[in-house]
């Protein structure tokens, strides 16, 4: 089955930087565009960046572009988010995502704290 797990979030200081990372598993992953989202509390999901099959096509929310970046291993089935200068307002739960034959699946995702 279609498993995607996230890992690498935790607690930093404002202008720190994290990795997250995102194994997947049950589909083609090299077929796959891949995403990033994020939910903070009371807030809705918000898509934070994105990534096309190959790699060579990226988009990012405004608010984090020039701080984060994601990347992928086609050959490791792996999703990446690299995140610098990270703000309190970065704080929320991360989640991969990947539509696969028309579904949306999703990770359990991370949780990522930033203190002012």
Do not use: H
Not at 71 to 83: H, I, K, Q, T
């Amino acid at each position: 089955q279609v498993q995607l797990v996230e890992s690498g979030g935790g607690l930093v200081q404002s202008g720190g930087s994290l990795r997250l990372s995102c194994k997947c598993s049950g589909f083609t992953f090299s077929t796959n565009d891949m995403k990033w989202y994020r939910q903070a509390p009371g807030k809705g999901r918000e898509l934070v960046a994105s990534i096309n099959r190959d790699g060579y096509f990226v988009s990012y929310k405004d608010s984090v572009a020039g701080r984060f970046t994601i990347s992928r291993d086609n050959a490791e089935e792996a999703v990446y988010l690299d995140m610098n200068s990270l703000k309190p307002d970065d704080t929320a739960v991360y989640y991969c995502s990947a539509n696969v034959v028309g579904r949306q699946y999703w990770g359990q995702g991370t949780q990522v704290t930033v203190s002012s």
